[in-house]
C-alpha cells in the first residue's frame, strides 16, 4: 500500500521553464511534508520542506504548496536550470504523532532539464 | 567535514551469509535511519532510531536488524540475506526527529547471489 505516490516517473522541461513535480498522499496524519534531490551515485540531499499549517513555502527557486483536503503537494522549480537534472522525492511524516521519526517516501521523478 | 559515512560500498554476498553495513556519522545527531532504493519504489524506510538504544521498525523492515548502542554508529545486519534483499542502501541522520534535514551516506550497493 503506497501512501505517498508521484505518478510521473519522468518529466523534461526546458531550460527556463517552469517545472512542476507532483505528489499525492493517501494517509491524513500526515502532517510534515519533505523534497529531496537526487543525483547519480550520490546521497539524497535535503531540497525544502513544508509543515500541515502551512500550504506554501519558497525558498529561492523552489517552492512547494500543500493542498490538504486533496491530500497533494507539487514542488514548483523556477526557472529550471539543467544542473536541476536529478531525481526527485517527496516524503512524509506524522511529525504529530507516536511514530513521527517514520518517513515514506514516493517512487521519484526523474526531471531532465534541457538546455 | 560533516559527514556520514558508510562501509562497504559495494558487496557481492550469496544467500543465507550474515553480514552487516556500517554507518556513522560526526554531526552529534540524534536520529539515524536507514533506507533501500530499488526501481519503481522509490526510498523505502528500513529502521530508524531517534536516539541510544531506541529504534524503530519502518516500512520493510522484516529481514533486517539494526543496533544504537552509541550516538554515532547505526549498523545494518542482515542475518541470513536473500536475493530480494538485492538493493542500494543508504544510512542517514537528523539532529532529532528526521524531519529536519536529513544527511544521507554515499550508499551502499548489495547483490545477493
Known amino acids: 500500500d503506497q501512501q505517498v505516490k508521484q505518478n510521473s516517473p519522468s518529466l523534461s522541461v526546458q531550460e527556463g521553464r517552469i517545472s512542476i513535480l507532483n505528489c499525492d498522499y493517501t494517509n491524513s496524519m500526515f502532517d510534515y511534508f519533505l523534497w529531496y534531490k537526487k543525483y547519480p551515485a550520490e546521497g539524497p540531499t535535503f531540497l525544502i520542506s513544508i509543515s500541515s499549517i502551512k500550504d506554501k513555502n519558497e525558498d529561492g527557486r523552489f517552492t512547494v504548496f500543500l493542498n490538504k483536503s486533496a491530500k497533494h503537494l507539487s514542488l514548483h522549480i523556477v526557472p529550471s536550470q539543467p544542473g536541476d537534472s536529478a531525481v526527485y522525492f517527496c516524503a512524509a511524516s506524522d511529525a504529530g504523532g507516536t511514530s513521527y521519526g517514520k518517513l515514506t517516501f514516493g517512487q521519484g521523478t526523474i526531471l531532465t532539464v534541457h538546455p | 567535514e560533516a559527514q556520514v559515512t558508510q562501509n562497504p560500498r559495494y558487496l557481492i554476498t550469496v544467500t543465507g551469509k550474515k553480514l552487516t553495513v556500517t554507518c556513522s556519522q560526526n554531526?552529534?545527531?540524534?536520529?539515524m535511519s536507514w533506507y533501500r532504493q530499488d526501481p519503481g519504489l522509490g526510498l523505502r524506510q528500513i529502521y530508524y532510531s531517534m536516539n541510544v538504544e531506541v529504534t524503530d521498525k519502518g516500512d520493510v523492515p522484516e529481514g533486517y536488524k539494526v543496533s544504537r548502542k552509541e550516538k554515532r554508529n547505526f549498523p545494518l545486519i542482515l542475518e541470513s540475506p536473500s536475493p530480494n534483499q538485492t538493493s542500494l542502501y543508504f544510512c542517514?541522520?537528523?539532529?532529532?526527529?528526521?524531519?529536519?534535514?536529513?544527511?544521507f551516506g554515499p550508499g551502499t550497493r548489495l547483490l545477493v547471489l
Open positions: 554531526m552529534n545527531h540524534e536520529y
Open positions: 542517514a541522520s537528523s539532529l532529532f526527529s528526521g524531519v529536519e534535514t536529513q544527511y
